[in-house]
């Protein structure tokens, strides 16, 4: 039963009906993704800890009336983040701390330097990459939820509480920020050689 | 294909078979050949290839080992809130007095329609002892103190066996019992401690009660002095009905073995043994007091320097600590040079005097 193949859904159904091994196939699958996403909106540690456990405490004390989402991933994600935003703004009422609206999304990405042979390209990517943690927090979160996290634009827009067109746009507007900068250097280092690999 | 009509660099993005092959190798949709025969998006994947590469992976935030520790955090927090009891301050007199019906119409519940109670947490498994493990048998006619490694304090009455390993296990403590048994167990919210009996698991996370689990006899008893206790049947019959029983201080349950039930005891009054009703609360107690109470409650000797203690005085409350922390409390508070060593039953203290 501890099955990472089982579809989700069906994970879904068996912990609703008091499926302890489903549950925690489901558990083990997304905590460590939940928490990578959970400490880029707080760095207190043990507060992001905190919040992916109980979201999935919610999950189980409440499963019987929970409906089957049509992304569970995005499902889970939605509840780490409204969990954090509410206590960080108890945090900002109780100890004049920033609420979630001055929580900025830190996450830096990483590039994937296994898959990188060639200095040509590790100069590309690096490059491009400092340009990705440049932009501002929310198109970052949305590049990360994009790509890191496998959403699609409507799980975006729901989770970020914007409407799916601004979804989008934040997504785009971030990659073309990057590619103008990016492209104006290449001309100007005349790289425009194109060597496949 | 569908790559055949892409025209920007966020198709390939958003393509999981191109993700994929960037980020993995594994090129299954044949990228290599396809963009061999179709030079002019080369530039475009290219593009997008850098993207993804600079964008990254989802790196795992926690270890395997990190995420069962945090799994097992969530299923204990889960049994907690699901037997939550919350005194209100100020209303104390209305809430006490809900909590006394509740109590009553739990009990009402779970006796009227056992297949509605809650859900055991995990199914409990009987672990055989392992190996290395210390068995204990009283064969004598007075208690025996048992101090576990972990600094939890056993006292376990005559004809009772007690196993144990020598050293516990890093996110459990477990010891099996039969016969009858005290337990002071050292706080760790970590670490839950389980005490297995034939028909039932009792599980703390610091706190003191005591089992009664003979094996000639029809009832298994727990008795909750400090703290609060969960206790479980081993092999429910069904695992949906398997009964969950929560204790509070002053609570005892029985477990009837013929009927595998959970029963309020018959007999209210159970006869207590003075390690269950003292509160060892001292207020301004001359020193040799506090150490005759230990000495009567836990059945050890303790040795001291009598004229060097002879006008410490003491306040202090250690109705919670299991007997080593008792000790070093006292001992701490009398002066820091005050030390104290044990040898089986018999505790020796050395001081020079108090402060």
């Known amino acids: 039963m501890s099955d990472f193949t089982l579809p989700d859904s069906q994970l879904w159904c068996l912990t609703k009906d008091d499926d302890q091994a489903a549950y925690t196939t489901l ?10 996403y959970a400490k880029s909106l707080t760095d207190q540690h043990g507060l992001a800890a905190d919040c992916v456990q109980e979201t999935f405490m919610e999950v189980w004390l409440y499963r019987r009336n929970l409906a089957v989402p049509d992304s569970v ?3 889970l994600l939605a509840g780490v983040r409204r969990r954090i935003a509410r206590r960080l703004e108890r945090d900002r009422i109780f100890r004049h701390s920033r609420g979630i609206e001055g929580a900025e999304f830190s996450f830096q990405f990483t590039p994937l330097d296994a898959m990188i042979s060639d200095e040509e390209t590790r100069r590309q990517v690096h490059q491009l990459n400092s340009l990705l943690n440049q932009l501002p927090a929310r198109q970052r979160e949305a590049l990360y939820l994009r790509y890191h996290q496998q959403l699609d634009i409507d799980e975006i827009a729901r989770l970020m509480q914007i409407n799916p067109q601004s979804a989008s746009n934040l997504l785009h507007r971030g990659i073309k920020h990057i590619r103008e900068v990016w492209v104006g250097e290449l001309h100007t280092f005349a790289l425009l050689v194109c060597v496949y690999f | 294909m569908q790559r055949e009509s892409y025209t920007t660099v966020t198709q390939f993005c958003d393509d999981a078979l191109f993700r994929e092959w960037v980020t993995t190798g594994r090129d299954n949709a044949g990228w290599a050949q396809w963009l061999e025969a179709n030079a002019d998006r080369q530039r475009m994947a290219q593009e997008a290839r850098y993207l993804i590469l600079a964008i990254g992976d989802d790196t795992a935030a926690a270890t395997v080992a990190e995420t069962d520790q945090a799994l097992e955090e969530t299923w204990w927090r889960i049994h907690e809130q699901e037997h939550r009891v919350r005194p209100l301050a100020g209303w104390w007199r209305v ?12 009990w009402y519940a779970a006796r009227q329609n056992s297949g509605e109670t809650g859900i055991a947490i995990r199914k409990p498994s009987v672990p055989a002892p392992t190996e290395g493990a210390i068995e204990v048998f009283n064969d004598s006619k007075v208690a025996r103190l ?9 006292i376990l009455q005559p004809n009772g066996k007690l196993s144990y390993p020598r050293k516990f296990a890093a996110e459990k403590r477990e010891v099996h019992l039969s016969g009858e048994a005290f337990f002071e167990v050292s706080k760790n919210r970590k670490r839950p401690f389980l005490v297995y009996t034939n028909d039932i698991v009792t599980e703390v996370v610091g706190t003191s009660f005591r089992i009664k689990a003979a094996d000639d006899q029809p009832e298994v008893e727990v008795f909750v002095k400090t703290g609060e206790v969960h206790v479980r049947q081993i092999k429910p019959k069904d695992r949906n ?7 509070l201080p002053n609570q005892s349950v029985s477990y009837v073995k013929s009927r595998n039930l959970f029963e309020k005891p018959e007999n209210k009054d159970i006869p207590k043994r003075a390690i269950e009703y003292l ?6 107690a001359p020193v040799g007091t506090i150490f005759s109470t230990l000495e009567s409650a836990y059945g050890v000797t303790i040795d001291y320097p009598h004229d060097a203690l002879r006008d410490c005085y003491l306040s202090t409350s250690l109705s919670d600590e299991p007997l080593l922390s008792k000790l070093k409390i006292v001992c701490e508070s009398i002066s820091s040079g005050t030390q104290f060593r044990m040898e089986g039953n018999h505790v020796i203290v050395e001081s020079t005097g108090c402060n």
């Open chain 2, 146 to 154: 048992v101090n576990l490694e972990d600094g939890s304090t056993i």
């Open chain 2, 241 to 247: 009905a398997a009964e969950n029983v929560v204790l």
């Open chain 1, 73 to 75: 991933r995005a499902y």
């Open chain 2, 95 to 106: 809430a006490a007095a809900v909590l006394v019906f509740a109590i009553g119409l739990a």
């Open chain 2, 279 to 284: 509160n060892f609360d001292f207020a301004d």
């Open chain 1, 27 to 36: 558990f083990r699958k997304y905590y460590p993704s939940l928490l990578g």
